[in-house]
């Protein structure tokens, strides 16, 4: 692979760009790699605002660090307050794009008055520093104000995608113990109103330890309030207006002085196990490498519109949509729907309509753009691009080429960015106005990351061999634990190579030194980008009554990456096939969210097991992907399953 197409920093682009030429990066690197904790804590001096600044750069007792400890701290006050005495108090913060075309622009003055109103509000309803919020919305401003809110005061948020079923929000609050709901009446996507707040009542029936639900008015369908527990965003906020003083008073909500380590916010993520993981992010090691990728990789200017197209749910929009930029004082693009509505060209009628310079999505959008044609990107102009992003999965030629022909119209860099929820922000991804590109390849590990691929005894491989790949120094941004379970935190990520952090990932370095990420190494699927527990699927589908037993592989799907199949044993009975896998689909819908549904589901006697009883998943997604069994199967306890699995796929 190291002898694939390279695209030196196109001339235009690397002449403005603030990290220019390989050697002036490289000197960077060393210089980074020489002492890290020293290279960041120079950074986190320079580049946050601090209250209080901190006495030592990182106190590493692994697998726990602490990064600039001692120091006192305010997201919020990072991502607002300091950029109206900088300046920027009329610049636009947010440019909204609601799905049925209404828009919103926020200045940072803007921002600063509704966040410091809704922080009042959370105060005033008796809510503090270390309390647990769920938020649970569409992507509307209120939203990242709703999380800044939090931010401000030191409430601990979690976002819960709007995709994910009542089941698993309940899921959620109860394993946060989260004493209050912020959600909405619903949003819209692809025309149609996706409600929220009937899921959040199902989510909390006789769960008793939530006090407060804040429903903000988005769609104005009818929507049931319960008495003394929930409340219109609205009606607190004007509750504030009854009194002058206090509403004089909301304007300047003072931001806390937080400890660098203060939890800014949990994140659920799906692992090896049924049971997803709340990643915990803290706030000034965060904050301060989501600020920086946005200049490293992003190479923001001030002037620039920049629109990663995630929804806040995930880690993406976490860091990319709200506090990378934010903190930055960027202008941040947000859209609350569908790629496709009304057509197929509304990206690229927002990037024309509110010349969007920096544009990041993932390769599952631009796979099932690809396929409507390039009139829609062509209907529109593009020029305000000068800097493209992807995400998610490793970006395949074919839709590199097509990013860079089509929409980058060969001026535009393309930095493919590998990270995860775990590592905060990005961690490999190139240097634009330095790095050669290679398509496919995230390239090289950002200044002060050092990552490396090692083999199963934790020795590194060697260029041009697979193996693991794992970061051997701490980061700021990096998870700090899982909540509420230090144990699977231990185990999961700082057990496989003592004192190196796992990614669960397998990867692969060329004798340029680029990495190749070529994909999960455990149980995990990757579906149009976002993570799927095989188990997390399998417990849902073995909760239905017909279900025996069940085994779930992620299968090669041309616009998704990965697509679910689940292999599916029933119980005696006289079950209609026919019926029950589009049942079975629906269920886990219900259990987990429309996005976990499988797309398959095959009918079998019996799976694929070891002598110990292990479901040999390696053998299913064998025959999903090649339709044959090669691989070792000496341990498998019964060789006709593999035939009858085989045989019936012949049939099909
Ligand atoms: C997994 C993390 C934070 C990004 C959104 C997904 C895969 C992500 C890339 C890339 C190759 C990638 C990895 C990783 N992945 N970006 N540029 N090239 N693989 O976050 O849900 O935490 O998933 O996504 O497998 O481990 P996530």
Redesign the pocket.
């Known amino acids: 692979m190291s002898d694939s197409k390279v695209y030196s920093p196109g001339s235009e682009f690397a002449k403005n760009a603030q990290i220019q030429g390989m050697s002036a990066y490289r000197e960077i690197q060393e210089h980074a790699a020489s002492d890290p904790a020293k290279f960041w804590a120079e950074l986190a001096s320079r580049e946050l605002t601090w209250f209080e600044p901190f006495h030592q750069p990182l106190d590493w007792q692994p697998p726990f660090a602490k990064w600039f400890v001692g120091g006192k701290i305010n997201a919020c006050y990072n991502c607002v307050d300091r950029h109206l005495l900088a300046g920027r108090a009329d610049k636009p913060a947010l440019i909204w794009e609601g799905e049925p075309g209404d828009e919103r622009v926020i200045t940072y003055r803007e921002l600063h008055r509704l966040v410091s109103r809704f922080a009042t509000v959370l105060q005033n309803l008796g809510y503090k520093t270390g309390d647990r919020a769920v938020i649970y919305m569409p992507m509307v401003p209120e939203l990242p104000i709703a999380m800044l809110a939090c931010a401000r005061l030191g409430i601990i948020h979690s976002v819960v995608f709007g995709g994910f079923s009542a089941e698993a929000l309940r899921a959620r609050i109860e394993d946060l113990d989260a004493s209050i709901v912020i959600t909405a009446d619903g949003g819209w996507r692809r025309g149609k109103e996706v409600r929220l707040k009937p899921a959040v009542d199902t989510a909390l029936h006789d769960l008793l330890g939530v006090k407060h639900v804040i429903v903000y008015r988005r769609t104005g369908s009818a929507t049931e309030l319960k008495d003394g527990r929930d409340f219109w965003w609205h009606d607190l906020e004007r509750h504030l207006d009854d009194h002058a003083s206090v509403a004089q008073a909301a304007e300047h909500c003072e931001a806390k002085d937080l400890d660098s380590e203060h939890p800014l916010y949990v994140l659920y993520?799906s692992g090896t196990t049924g049971k997803p993981k709340g990643i915990l992010h803290t706030t000034a090691g965060y904050l301060l490498q989501t600020l920086m990728t946005m200049k490293w990789v992003f190479d923001l200017r001030d002037e620039d519109i920049f629109w990663c197209t995630a929804d806040i749910g995930?880690?993406?929009g976490h860091s990319y949509i709200v506090y990378g930029p934010l903190a930055a004082g960027a202008t941040v693009v947000m859209y609350e729907g569908a790629p496709d509505y009304p057509d197929f060209g509304r990206f690229w009628q927002i990037v024309e309509k509110r010349k969007v310079s920096i544009f990041y999505t993932s390769p599952t959008a631009i796979r099932a753009l690809i396929r409507q044609g390039d009139r829609w990107p062509e209907a529109h102009d593009l020029s305000s691009l000068r800097l493209l992003g992807?995400?998610?999965?490793?970006?395949n030629p074919a839709a590199w080429e097509w990013y860079h022909n089509v929409i980058g119209k060969q001026r535009c860099p393309i930095v493919?960015?590998?990270?995860?929820?775990?590592t905060g922000s990005i961690m490999i991804a190139p240097a634009p106005g330095a790095v050669p590109l290679k398509p496919g390849s995230?390239t090289l590990p950002l200044p002060g990351i050092l990552a490396d691929i090692v083999d199963s005894k934790g020795e590194p491989v060697g260029n041009n061999r697979e193996g693991y790949l794992i970061v051997r120094h701490p980061w700021p941004s990096m998870v700090r634990n899982v909540w509420g379970d230090p144990k699977r935190f231990v185990e999961q990520y700082w057990s496989r190579v003592p004192g190196s952090y796992f990614?669960?990932?397998a990867a692969r370095r060329d004798d340029d030194g680029y990495f190749w990420?070529l994909?999960?190494v455990d149980d995990v699927m990757?579906v149009s980008?976002?993570?799927l527990s095989t188990m997390e699927i399998e417990s849902a589908l073995v909760h239905h009554p017909a279900v025996a037993e069940a085994a779930v592989v992620g299968k090669p799907h041309e616009i998704t990456g990965q697509a679910v199949c689940a292999f599916v044993t029933l119980k005696q009975g006289d079950w209609s096939r026919e019926k029950l896998g589009d049942e079975l689909r629906q269920w886990v819908g219900r259990e987990i969210g429309a996005f976990a549904r499988p797309e398959e589901i095959r009918f079998t006697d019996g799976l694929p097991k070891t002598r110990s009883g292990k479901i040999m998943r390696r053998l299913l997604r064998e025959i999903v992907t090649t339709h044959a069994v090669t691989g070792d199967v000496t341990t498998l306890e019964d060789l006709t399953v593999i035939a009858k699995l085989s045989a019936q796929h012949d049939e099909e």
């Open positions: 993520t995930w880690v993406t992807s995400v998610g999965e490793p970006i493919d960015t590998w990270w995860q929820t775990e995230a990614t669960g990932d990420v994909g999960r990757n980008g976002h993570r």
